[in-house]
């Protein structure tokens, strides 16, 4: 193929259009509903005070802002791709942001500027909370500011959009790889994203994993979930290779968009018979390691649990039926067999402990 080729054929797969519009237009399509940015993003990009003055402070000098990108979808509706940060900064400095359930969130009140000392204590327009606002002509000012939107259009297939969003973001403030993940899948099925928090959020899942607050905080219980659903049935040869398994996850975000109500129902019936048969038989020890001499668990969540028990469970659901005895046993031979002692995964990539331990947990729970 020539590069040609290859440019005219991937051109095609994304329409785009570009114009600027004012701050004042893009509020409107905010209030009416016709522009969705994401209030679940607003708890992953976060700016700081000082960043979010610092926008504002641009605005009010005239200082030219980047690009935000939008995604049309199916009800012509405008999903915020690249962007969510800045205008919802905007939107609370003018005192339209509304939250996740709907609510007006507190208007922003500037600190002071690098080069407006004067902002500090200045909201858009009159708060409480605030010792001073816009006049009126700074207020039309920073309205009339304009913006260059960017909008992939709806006939762009949904590969083009997770690049481009992949693309935009993997640079930006993102906390954690799932994070991203979370962002892609919200902006591609919310109902997708819904039903893996729902998966992920279960009190059988949950106990089992028995995650440190700060690992839930960077949604790496999500990323467990998802690794369950792609992992679980996933061909042996397919294994070896995964590759980057951060990588590997992401791109099967499209697969999970393309499941269908008797996929998911399917799904969330394995994953619920596996982690209630786990919790009833271990309960929050499921996922450390058990030491054969002291006959206790010790140590924080064990990914090689994960992928032993878990998913070795997970392959046989739902349809079969495990004791507790016959877990408790699966749990003792896993962690007295030579290969999976304490230590035996240090250093090692996750796709490397991969190609062993989900092949062990399959033959451990076929009997």
């Not at 994401?38 to 402070?57: A, D, G, M, N, Y």
């Not at 099967?252 to 969330?268: N, T």
């Not at 046993?329 to 796709?351: C, I, S, V």
Request: net charge negative; proline share 4%.
């Amino acid at each position: 193929m020539t590069l040609e080729s290859e440019l005219e054929m991937y051109r095609q797969r994304i329409t785009t259009d570009s114009y600027p519009m004012s701050i004042s237009e893009i509020a409107n399509l905010y209030r009416d509903n016709e522009m969705d940015i994401h209030p679940e993003f607003q708890r992953i990009f976060r700016w700081s005070s000082p960043q979010r003055t610092k926008l504002v402070e641009s605005i009010l000098l005239g200082i030219p802002l980047p690009s935000i990108f939008v995604a049309q979808n199916e009800d012509g509706i405008w999903d915020v791709v690249d962007g969510v940060q800045r205008l919802s900064t905007i939107f609370q400095f003018m005192g339209i942001l509304r939250d996740d359930n709907g609510d007006l969130v507190d208007p922003f009140v500037c600190e002071a500027g690098p080069f407006l000392k004067s902002l500090e204590g200045v909201s858009y327009g009159p708060t409480e909370s605030s010792s001073g606002s816009l006049t009126r002509a700074q207020q039309l000012d920073f309205k009339r500011a304009r913006i260059d939107v960017k909008i992939i259009k709806r006939e762009s297939d949904n590969r083009a959009k997770y690049d481009l969003f992949q693309r935009l973001n993997s640079y930006g403030s993102i906390a954690t790889p799932q994070e991203l993940r979370n962002c892609l899948l919200v902006s591609l099925s919310r109902t997708h994203y819904e039903w893996l928090q729902d998966l992920a959020s279960s009190d059988n899942f949950t106990q089992v994993l028995n995650l440190p607050q700060r690992l839930i905080h960077e949604q790496y219980h999500l990323e467990l979930a998802l690794r369950f659903i792609t992992l679980r049935q996933l061909q042996e040869q397919q294994i070896s290779s995964i590759g980057n398994i951060g990588e590997f996850l992401s791109a099967k975000i499209l697969s999970l968009v393309d499941m269908g109500y008797a996929d998911l129902h399917e799904e969330r019936r394995a994953f619920d018979d596996c982690f209630s048969a786990l919790n009833a038989a271990l309960g929050s020890d499921a996922m450390r390691k058990w030491n054969p001499v002291s006959q206790r668990t010790e140590g924080a969540f064990s990914s090689t649990a994960f992928e032993v028990l878990a998913l070795g469970l997970g392959h046989y659901m739902p349809g079969r039926s495990f004791g507790t005895d016959e877990i408790t046993e699966a749990r003792k031979t896993l962690w007295k067999d030579d290969n999976f002692a304490p230590g035996h995964a240090t250093g090692q990539r996750a796709d490397q402990r991969m190609k062993r331990t989900i092949p062990y947990g399959r033959q451990l729970f076929s009997a």
